[in-house]
């Protein structure tokens, strides 16, 4: 990666600031996914989510996840500052 997540995660602060949680949701959302550089990648359905939000204008309800490339796993994520809790 040529951009650190913590330099990603001080921009997204920075519309916060400046546009609070409710404007900035209505046009930004922003997810980290830690560990994915490790399992070689993932795949998302980043178009699908974008799709839909614009056209019928709700988010697409939670979990979103990713396919790990290498093992075919699904990885949760989270919208910042949360996180994913495992169970078990």
Same mark, same amino acid.
């Given at each position: !990666?040529?951009?650190?997540? *913590? ?7 920075? %519309?916060?600031?400046? %546009?609070?949680?409710?404007? #900035?949701?209505? +046009?930004? $959302? +922003?997810?980290? !996914? ?14 699908? *989510?974008?799709?839909? *939000? $614009? ?8 979990? #979103?996840?990713?396919? !790990?490339?290498?093992?075919?796993? $699904?990885?949760? !994520?989270?919208?910042?500052?949360? *996180?994913?809790?495992? $169970?078990?």
């Amino acid at each position: !990666m040529s951009i650190s997540p *913590w330099q990603i995660a001080e921009h997204y602060k920075g %519309y916060l600031a400046k %546009y609070g949680r409710d404007r #900035l949701d209505s +046009f930004c $959302r +922003f997810f980290a !996914m830690p560990g994915v550089q490790h399992c070689y990648g993932a795949k998302m359905k980043y178009l699908s *989510w974008l799709d839909q *939000w $614009r056209t019928t204008g709700s988010f697409p309800e939670g979990p #979103l996840d990713a396919e !790990m490339l290498k093992t075919g796993g $699904r990885m949760p !994520m989270a919208p910042y500052p949360g *996180w994913i809790h495992y $169970r078990s």
